[in-house]
């Protein structure tokens, strides 16, 4: 089945991974527009208390400058909205526990920051209680 046939399959609202998706794009989209837009604020505050200078980031975006840490949460941002319109149209009937299981998989196995998730997102799967750590299987050893 193509992936437009099962993304359409699902009714408006039948599936919580869909609600979810929403909360993260909004969110990715207002990551975007603050990534673009920083390094002219930054450059404001500057020029407005003459601490530093306003040209070190005017008109940049943080990994332009070396915001590491910027960059590494727009991109799994950006990431996780990515898997999960995957997700969906990969598995469009999720129940939620499954979605639960899902982005908590995205922490767990693709190493996700939680500061790429939409609150929504994050509340969903109660990343703030969530450790990784004790959800990974035991090792294997000879």
């Known amino acids: 089945m193509a992936q437009n046939d099962v993304g359409a399959g699902v009714p408006y609202g039948a599936s919580s991974l869909n609600g979810l998706l929403r909360a993260q794009l909004a969110f990715v989209g207002e990551q975007v527009e603050a990534y673009l837009t920083c390094g002219n604020e930054f450059a404001l505050d500057a020029l407005r208390t003459g601490e530093g200078d306003p040209k070190f980031t005017l008109g940049l975006m943080p990994h332009e400058w070396g915001s590491v840490d910027s960059w590494a949460y727009m991109r799994d941002a950006l990431q996780i909205a990515t898997e999960m319109m995957d997700r969906i149209s990969n598995d469009a009937d999720l129940n939620d526990d499954g979605v639960k299981r899902f982005i908590r998989d995205l922490v767990r196995?693709?190493?996700?920051?939680?500061?790429?998730?939409?609150?929504?997102?994050a509340q969903f799967a109660e990343l703030a209680t969530y450790d990784p750590e004790t959800d990974r299987p035991p090792r294997v050893t000879d």
């Open 109 to 121: 196995d693709k190493w996700m920051r939680l500061e790429g998730f939409a609150e929504d997102v």
